[in-house]
């Protein structure tokens, strides 16, 4: 009589769940310039949200936060340097962005100055070195959470 052979069953596969993929909100008036930003971000794995109306994203921004705000200057509903002090209120963690053309560098410096803005792009920009600043932002801002976390886990007797 043969005896059955046993075989070990593999464990079901796992995969370490994902990590959160980072928000990003766009705002520009020109439907060519979002096409052009939904182009060069659609592949990066970031969670992309387009707005044309200054108002319609502060909307949005109040019952969800980004972690990215990438926002044209010269907008006729609200300039950028409104939109920017609202979006210092309402997400204040949000990296700010702020794209210009060449004409409004005195502007954009104040806004950098005040920290209304963290980074500003020149149009028309170089679509590397733009990936690379959000991509770069990015991190900087995840490990600044996790530095605060981690202190705030190191001041605790026990965890909850």
Known sequence: MDTP???AKRPPV???????????????D?????ASLRNLFRREGYTLVFF???VEAI??????????VIVDLRMPD????LFLEKVGTVCPEAIRVLLSGYEDKGEVLDLLARGLA???ILKPWDEAAFRQLVSHALEVQ???????LRKILGRMDTLP
């Open 5 to 7: 052979t046993l075989t």
């Open 14 to 28: 796992t995969t370490p769940s994902p990590v959160q993929k980072a928000t990003i909100l766009f705002l520009d």
């Open 30 to 34: 020109e439907e060519a310039i979002l």
């Open 52 to 54: 044309r109306s200054a």
């Open 59 to 68: 909307s949005y921004l109040e019952v969800q936060p980004v972690d990215a």
């Open 78 to 81: 609200m300039g950028g340097a």
């Open 118 to 120: 963290h980074h500003y």
């Open 142 to 148: 995840r490990d600044l959470r996790d530095q605060r």
